[in-house]
Structures are given as structure tokens and as C-alpha cells.
């Protein structure tokens, strides 16, 4: 069986590659818990190099210019984002694309990306509210994907909610309503913000950004997997009914998913 696992998937229009937002957003990360400390660091899934510490890792690793060419002419530079991984304790892994500005001036989003073991004891809700606040993101999702949810997709839609992938431009819409959700430009229209309120729905506002939880704490994913379908259902009716791609979800869990899981 499956450990169930922790998701972290942002997308932001800021321009994520400057050194200082790097700082931001790995220090947030490391206040967190001891245990979510990064062990390894690379540019792809090949990992060699060790994380040193904060300053080394923002000036090494979190931007690193690409230059693009076309018949040996300099028209442009992108920069590629890091990749981090841990194996020990809490093992857990990480990512940053960075955005592109094309020459129209226009910017795709930015992906910030983060994966762990599942554990009650670290406050993820925490990290991904400083995230938020810190990327002013377009979409972002705070999941905790068990056994239920673990199965072989059956579906692209629900390939694309395992792995945290939004829709964009070239599919409106977003795969799943995941535990916490921040809906930011081009999706905070669509929430009835005083309606999910009076149906006793956690919600609030991170500057710009709309964060809406399905329930009161993470851990009802795991440990109380009926109860969390059932709100997740009641939300949804607050939502037009083709914004998620997924309108109904597992009606029963798998044996371990409503159980307490503390690894």
C-alpha cells in the first residue's frame, strides 16, 4: 500500500527567477520543519551536487541563464529553475520552472512544484499559505493524494490532478478541486465568496488570491476520507459546473484511507 503523499502546485505570472524571491520562497520552506531541508540539488532528476545552505543554493542554483539563438544570433535569454530533493526522515522533492516573457511581451506562468511524505505533524497548510502570499499565483493547490486517489488514472483530467498540472490557455478549466485551493487572476470570479462562507466552507483572502478549503484540517483526506468527498461535492455546487474537469470523485476509499497515518 501506497504511503500517501503531499502537493504543492503553484502557478504565477511574478518573475519567479529573481534572486530575491528565490531567497523568499526556499526560506519559508526551511522555517518549516527541520525535516523538509533540502539533501540534494540539481537542474533535471539527476542528482549529484548536495544542498549547502540558503545562499549557495540561491546564487548556484535558483536561475541559471539560458541563452537562446537563432544562426548564431543572441535573440534572447530564459532562465532554468532548480531542482531539490531529500531521502532521509521526511523524504520530499521539489522544482521551479520559471516563466517565459515572449517577444510580445507576453509571460507564461511560472510553476512552483513540491512533494512529500505525508506527516500530521508538519503544518503544510502553513507553507502553502507563504507561498501564496509570496507568488500572488494565478492557481495554486495544497492535496493529499492516498490510496483512493493513487489508483491508476483512468482519465487524463485525473492524471493531470495527481500530478498537480493546471489547464491553462489551451484547456480552460482545472482537472480537480484539490483540499486548499487559491484562486487568483482569471479564476477569483468564479468563487462565491459569501456563499462557500455562509455554507461554513474555510475562506479568506491572501491579498489578491482566494484560499478555499474543503475542510477544516489536511489530515481529514487521510484519516476521514468519506467525510472529505462528501464536502468536496457540497463545494463544488458553489462552482459552475464545468470549471473542474472531475466532477465526481472515488465514492468509496480504499482499506487504510480513513485510518490515521502518521509516516
Known amino acids: 500500500m501506497a504511503r500517501p503523499n503531499v502537493l504543492i502546485s503553484i502557478e504565477a505570472t511574478k518573475e519567479t527567477e529573481v534572486r530575491s524571491y528565490g531567497a523568499q520562497f526556499m526560506q519559508s520552506l526551511l522555517d518549516e520543519d527541520p525535516r523538509l531541508v533540502p539533501e540534494l540539488v540539481s537542474t533535471s532528476e539527476r542528482f549529484r551536487d548536495p544542498f549547502v545552505d540558503l545562499d549557495t543554493f540561491v546564487k548556484d542554483w535558483w536561475a541559471i541563464p539560458i541563452k537562446t539563438y537563432v544562426d548564431d544570433r543572441l535573440v534572447g535569454q530564459r532562465f ?49 499559505e507563504a507561498w501564496v502570499e509570496q507568488a500572488n499565483p494565478d492557481i495554486g493547490m495544497l492535496h493529499v493524494f492516498g490510496n483512493a486517489e493513487l489508483v491508476e488514472p483512468r482519465s487524463n483530467a485525473a492524471t493531470s490532478f495527481s500530478v498537480g498540472s493546471f489547464g491553462g490557455k489551451a484547456k480552460p478549466g482545472l482537472p480537480n478541486m484539490g483540499w486548499a485551493m487559491a484562486y487568483g487572476t482569471g479564476f477569483a470570479h468564479e468563487v462565491n465568496f459569501v456563499g462557500i462562507e455562509n455554507a461554513k466552507f474555510p475562506i479568506h483572502r491572501v491579498n489578491d488570491v482566494v484560499v478555499v478549503r474543503i475542510t477544516e484540517n489536511l489530515a481529514d483526506v487521510v484519516e476521514n476520507f468519506h467525510f472529505f468527498l462528501k464536502r468536496r461535492a457540497e463545494l463544488k455546487q458553489f462552482f459552475r459546473s464545468d470549471l473542474f474537469w472531475i466532477r465526481e470523485g472515488p465514492t468509496e476509499p480504499q482499506a487504510g484511507d480513513s485510518v490515521r497515518s502518521d509516516a
Request: aromatic letters at 14%; charged letters at 20%.
Open 80 to 128: 532554468g529553475g532548480p531542482h531539490w530533493k531529500r531521502r532521509s526522515a521526511l523524504a520530499n522533492r521539489g522544482m521551479v520552472a520559471h516563466g517565459l516573457t515572449n517577444l510580445k511581451g507576453q509571460r507564461t506562468p511560472s510553476t512552483l512544484w513540491f512533494q512529500s511524505r505525508w506527516d500530521r505533524s508538519v503544518d503544510f497548510f502553513h507553507l502553502f
